[in-house]
């Protein structure tokens, strides 16, 4: 639970480059540990809100021969091709599903009981590829779980670092992710069996967009090795997704707050 909970907050805050985009970072392992709080919606779509609270962590090794293996805001990835800005990933990342009741302040799990009779969605691991140039990364992903997510989803980011001094550090983002309809069907459909328990009306949704969204995130070094962070992020569920009776809010915003030392 605790690998979860950083990446929960890796996503929310992750690490801002306090250098210029062109400059090559540096062989060998490097990380950064600290601990952090957030407020996010109960789940995807949910008019609810909850807190979360917990460690932060990030770690990289470097390699002049095998690239770069990276664990942090997208999961485990491989950058096993760097040719300049040029780069490509094998990737896996961890879905820790959905609850049909309330979760806990450390509990990363998104969970409402406004959503009681639907079932829970079970936790699954994705794999897949990426393949990066400069700021713009495109990720496809497919879930390997027989009991979890079903489906496959395509993630494309774009995140620009900027250095305003050699304290502190700005990170602008913008995502958007497809998904298949598996996907959907698991987190925003609802089966006739569902309907029959709950209030909510049966919906199949189709195949597209699941999101867009949009962050900004703040690091100042309050000393060589000690930084703290801010992020605040926007995202909007696309057509399908939002059409789905289980959203309260088409629109979703978050904030955290965390402090991290780098090694």
Do not use: H, N
């Given at each position: 639970m605790q690998a979860v909970l950083a990446a929960t907050f890796l996503?929310?805050?992750?690490?801002?480059?306090?250098q210029?985009?062109?400059?090559?970072p540096a062989y060998g392992f490097s990380g950064r540990i600290g601990l952090g709080v957030a407020t996010v919606p109960t789940y995807e779509g949910s008019p609810n809100r909850r807190t979360l609270a917990g460690p932060e962590l990030t770690l990289s090794y470097r390699s002049r021969d095998w690239g770069t293996v990276e664990f942090g805001q997208r999961g485990l990835i491989w950058n096993a091709v760097e040719a300049g800005r040029f780069r490509f990933a094998l990737v896996a990342q961890f879905d820790p599903g959905r609850k049909d009741r309330d979760t806990s302040t450390l509990n990363p799990t998104p969970g409402d009981k406004r959503l009681a009779g639907m079932g829970n969605v079970q936790?699954?691991?994705?794999?897949?590829?990426?393949?990066?140039?400069?700021?713009?990364?495109?990720?496809?992903?497919?879930?390997?779980?027989?009991?979890?997510?079903?489906?496959?989803?395509?993630?494309?980011?774009?995140?620009?670092?900027?250095?305003?001094?050699?304290?502190?550090g700005l990170r602008?983002?913008?995502?958007?992710?497809?998904?298949?309809?598996?996907?959907?069907?698991?987190?925003?459909?609802?089966?006739?069996?569902q309907a029959q328990a709950t209030s909510f009306s049966v919906y199949t949704p189709k195949s597209g967009c699941r999101k867009v969204d949009a962050s900004v995130g703040a690091e100042y070094a309050i000393a060589p090795r000690w930084k703290f962070q801010a992020n605040v992020g926007f995202s909007r569920l696309g057509d399908d997704s939002a059409a789905s009776p289980l959203v309260g809010r088409r629109n979703g915003a978050s904030a955290a707050l965390a402090m991290a030392y780098e090694f």
């Open positions: 996503a929310l805050c992750p690490p801002v480059q306090a210029s985009v062109s400059q090559e936790a699954s691991t994705e794999a897949g590829v990426g393949v990066g140039y400069g700021p713009v990364m495109l990720v496809a992903r497919q879930s390997l779980s027989e009991r979890g997510p079903k489906g496959a989803q395509v993630d494309m980011t774009v995140e620009i670092p900027w250095s305003l001094s050699d304290r502190f602008f983002a913008l995502g958007a992710t497809w998904a298949d309809r598996d996907y959907l069907q698991t987190y925003f459909g609802v089966t006739a069996a």
